[in-house]
């Protein structure tokens, strides 16, 4: 599906309703140029399951992890197993060999979702995402996003 975005908070409007479909164990490939919206989908899909997290980019970190908060979040059924997102960016790597280091196979659970962005930066895919989500920069604050 294809979508146009006109601010951030419509981005985070369209992550949130993403969010709501999943049931965990998702790797979801967040691909775009810097500044395209990655980090702003992220923040609107861990806010709709129910993080009270400030969500940041894991550029320098790598890896972000948020804990969902079911006391204060949704109580949808359809998502209630979800209990993590793991938060990464690859962008600062420069061989996949080096992503040995964050034991991502430790990471794939039922009861989290992974949001990646930079996925793709190697020469082949290293990842077979369940969602790629893509971003461009269109006139202004306008996304266009497109959900596979």
Do not use: C
């Amino acid at each position: 599906m294809k979508y146009t975005t006109h601010s951030a908070e419509e981005t985070k409007a369209l992550a949130a309703e993403l969010a709501r479909t999943l049931t965990g164990g998702e790797f979801v490939a967040l691909v775009g140029d810097l500044g395209a919206g990655k980090t702003t989908f992220a923040q609107g899909f861990v806010s709709a399951l129910g993080s009270s997290s400030r969500v940041k980019s894991p550029t320098f970190t790598v890896m972000n992890e948020y804990k969902i908060d079911r006391q204060g979040g949704v109580s949808n059924p359809a998502i209630s197993r979800i209990a993590r997102i793991v938060h990464l960016d690859f962008y600062r790597f420069s061989d996949e060999k080096e992503l040995g280091a964050l034991e991502l196979e430790n990471e794939k659970r039922p009861d989290t979702v992974i949001l990646a962005e930079w996925p793709n930066i190697f020469a082949k895919d290293v990842f077979k995402p369940d969602v790629t989500v893509t971003f461009k920069h269109a006139e202004g604050d306008t996304r266009e996003i497109e959900v596979l």
